[in-house]
């Protein structure tokens, strides 16, 4: 059996190739270039359909307003911590064999943490250690001169409102 190409069958295949080209052969027949400049208003824009990338900057910063007026000042923040510097001496006798060794401890008081800390005296002293240790600083050393020295330790303590010690 042979089958016939009618013109109706031949209006509905142009019609069905027409309307699923329809769209796409629109947007490529008008281009940016073809509209003049000026000629398109807010009402010809969806709403919601442009961002702030769609505007070069000059135009954005057209569209911002003037400076306000300041505000009050705001309440003063909280302190978040006080710091304080405590110290020990202790005499350190000669001892030229380096044999004579002596600690001193800088403790911070209750309430405060160590933060870190030193050591001050004669540099001829010769310290074996300085370090923090529990709430403080300890320095241990040994007078190798010919004269009696003293020995500082120094802590540097902070009270931090709200931790518990």
Do not use: H
């Not at 947007?27 to 442009?50: E, P, R």
């Not at 769609?54 to 569209?63: G, H, S, T, V």
């Not at 600690?103 to 001829?124: F, H, I, L």
């Amino acid at each position: 059996m042979r089958q016939r190409v009618t013109p109706s069958l031949i209006l509905a295949v142009l019609a069905l190739v027409l309307a699923t080209a329809g769209g796409a052969t629109a947007s490529a027949l008008i281009t940016g270039a073809q509209i003049k400049n000026a000629s398109l208003t807010g009402s010809d824009v969806k709403n919601g359909s442009l961002t702030a990338a769609d505007f070069n900057r000059k135009a954005l910063r057209r569209l911002r307003g003037p400076r306000g007026v300041a505000g009050a000042p705001g309440a003063p923040g909280a302190v978040v911590a006080t710091v304080e510097a405590v110290s020990d001496t202790a005499t350190l006798n000669p001892s030229p064999t380096g044999q004579n060794e002596r600690t001193v401890k800088a403790e911070c008081p209750a309430g405060t943490v160590v933060t870190g800390g030193g050591w001050d005296g004669d540099e001829r002293i010769l310290i074996s250690y300085a370090k923090m240790e529990g709430n403080g600083f300890t320095v241990t050393g040994t007078n190798i001169t010919s004269a009696t020295v003293g020995l500082q330790a120094q802590a540097i303590c902070a009270r931090i409102p709200g931790a518990r010690r």
